[in-house]
């Protein structure tokens, strides 16, 4: 970690953390959920709606040529961000849900046929698991599962397993949202090209994590979402290698996508302007360039070593609560603490905690074959962003005991 | 109950019932059953109910998993419930349906419910109220014969 990273000074960047929650300062442990916003983001969301406001690619007025010019920057700015070849292969969506059912229907509905197999794991958040379904129920292809171990991980080896001829895709979180799990993608990739099976990675939980880069990587698609990067909601985005996008049909018709109209016949734009029907979230998309400005600043050097040892911090903390259960202890880890009290069921347990002003989220966190996996209806998790400190653990371990003695002390 | 002390959801009461609830386990002779599912959070139980010939719930028990709020209320549901004829049960329904949704003050209007009243202040909490209702409609679903139930 270099000398410059303060927590401390981090935190003042971020308006939400000074506010009160039951008369209580904010502890916010929900990062996984959504991370909070730097002010600079804000402002300059702000400054677009006071200054810039217009659509993009259509006037030749100063406006819109410089909304244009602002919107075209931040996909450039993705393109060095993932480390992309081409800016063209970054397409803006509503988040990494709406990235997944792009691929799903174009890709899947087109170049997936009946009997194909098609390879997901047992931790895979609904959004990489539902599309799928609903492509296997219209297409007749098979979803093959790659099983966890309790520790909440799966090896190369148990991908390998699965991997048959007839295997045609392959569809994978980077880093679990509900374990934290950091998966051994880029082994996978490589296994998987050997046959030529395009491999899409979901990085919603990691781009705020580590740093990505799509080249070394090697993976056809990456998709995450704006607002787990510190910026705006409703903008995410989709990478894709050019080979793979050329060939990929349109996923919604409209204005932007097109190159000419008739009623007879219409010619589809260039990328990844095919991808990009109607007037985009334009002022979403301005917001994620100032939030990856903001997370470059910092430094993923930074980041990872601060919020490994806040994770090393909060696992020992949580583990010294007696019969507490750690869901998740993979050895590479993200920052993310879900656990189950003996005593108390997490809704029970997230409502009093946020009695102390502590927010974490409760319940199956859209990863419910994690939760049969591990024989629990919910988990409570404290996700942790760089602007968390040992004291937001602190606060959160007391109010565990807090919730224990309510649980105890009124049942006597 | 008060916005600053959520703590008071948890009263005594409620953690008797969650501790130690009544009519827990799974009912062999029933006329009616149904399963009751809360999709927010994952909680299902499952209601059994032993309904005679003159529309009296003479017996009842619930079985499943859940916070302690779903357990306190299914526990008290069941309690309240047993040994009353089935139009009673549908206003009590009635009363408890509006008493979560902060319509019902029940130290203002007459009413039914008794110890259930307890649940007074839940409305402010919409997501825990559904933890409180979800064995009334997964009880209501057993009488009109929907098997499955959800709070969504």
Request: a negative charge; aromatic letters at 8%.
């Amino acid at each position: 970690m270099t000398k410059s990273f303060s927590a401390e000074k981090i935190r003042q960047d971020f308006p939400n953390l000074s506010i009160t929650v039951h008369g209580k300062p904010l502890v916010y442990l929900d990062n996984a959920a959504t991370t909070l916003k730097p002010q600079c983001v804000i402002d300059r969301i702000q400054q677009h709606y006071q200054k810039e406001t217009s659509n993009v690619h259509r006037g030749v007025h100063y406006l819109s040529e410089r909304a244009t010019a602002e919107f075209e920057k931040v996909r450039e700015k993705v393109r060095c961000f993932l480390n992309a070849a081409h800016s063209s292969e970054i397409i803006f969506t509503k988040g990494t849900t709406d990235s997944i059912n792009l691929i799903a229907h174009s890709y899947g509905r087109t170049f997936l046929q009946k009997g194909d197999e098609f390879i997901i794991s047992e931790m895979e958040h609904h959004s990489n698991i539902v599309p799928w379904q609903m492509l296997r129920d219209e297409k007749g292809i098979i979803l093959k599962i790659i099983p966890i171990d309790d520790t909440g991980a799966y090896s190369v080896e148990d991908f390998q397993k699965l991997l048959t001829p007839r295997t045609k895709f392959v569809s994978l979180v980077y880093i679990s949202n509900s374990l934290g799990t950091i998966n051994p993608v880029a082994q996978i990739i490589t296994l998987a090209h050997k046959q030529n099976i395009p491999v899409l990675i979901d990085g919603a939980q990691t781009v705020n994590h580590i740093p990505v880069d799509v080249q070394k990587l090697d993976c056809d698609f990456f998709v995450f979402s704006g607002h787990k990067l510190f910026g705006p909601t409703g903008v995410g985005v989709l990478y894709g290698k050019t080979h793979q996008l050329k060939v990929m049909p349109p996923y919604q018709g409209g204005g932007d996508m097109i190159s000419s109209v008739t009623f007879e016949k219409t010619t589809y734009n260039v990328l990844p302007y095919k991808f990009e029907a109607g007037t985009p979230h334009i002022a979403g998309v301005i917001g994620l360039g100032a939030a990856i400005d903001y997370v470059m600043a910092i430094g993923f050097e930074n980041i990872m070593s601060y919020e490994q040892s806040l994770l090393e911090y909060g696992t020992r903390a949580l583990s010294k609560i007696p019969q507490l259960r750690l869901i998740g202890t993979a050895k590479h880890k993200a920052a993310i603490l879900s656990f189950v009290h003996p005593d108390i069921h997490a809704h029970d347990l997230g409502t009093l905690v946020d009695e102390q002003g502590i927010a974490i989220r409760t319940g199956h966190h859209c990863t419910q074959p994690v939760m049969k996996h591990f024989g629990v209806p919910a988990t409570a998790r404290a996700s942790l962003a760089f602007y968390n400190t040992q004291q937001d653990i602190d606060h959160l371990i007391d109010a565990i005991i807090y919730a224990n003695t309510i649980f105890n002390q009124n049942y006597e | 109950m008060n916005d600053t002390n959520r703590a008071e959801l948890y009263q005594q009461v409620i953690l008797e019932h969650h501790h130690k609830p009544k009519n827990f386990g799974e009912l062999k002779n029933v006329t009616h059953d149904a399963e009751g599912y809360n999709p927010l959070c994952g909680d299902h139980l499952h209601i059994y109910l032993h309904v005679n010939e003159q529309n009296i719930i003479d017996n009842i028990s619930f079985k499943g998993d859940g916070c302690a709020i779903s357990r306190a209320s299914a526990s008290m549901m069941t309690a309240a419930v047993k040994g009353k004829p089935i139009d009673e049960v549908q206003t009590l329904f009635e009363e408890f349906h509006q008493l979560i949704l902060g319509h019902l003050k029940p130290d203002m209007t007459p009413n039914h419910l008794g110890k259930l009243a307890i649940f007074s202040g839940i409305w402010q909490y919409p997501s825990r109220a559904k933890c409180a209702s979800l064995c009334w409609h997964t009880m209501k679903g057993a009488l009109e014969k929907t098997p499955t139930v959800s709070t969504e």
